[in-house]
């Protein structure tokens, strides 16, 4: 399992999320 890749994606969420 990727968890770097699933952490990045986590992260880009919560960026997504607030600049929303």
Do not use: R, V
Request: hydrophobic share 45%; glycine share 4%; aromatic share 10%.
């Amino acid at each position: 399992m990727e968890k770097g890749l699933f952490n990045m994606i986590l992260q880009i969420n919560l960026k997504y999320h607030l600049t929303d």
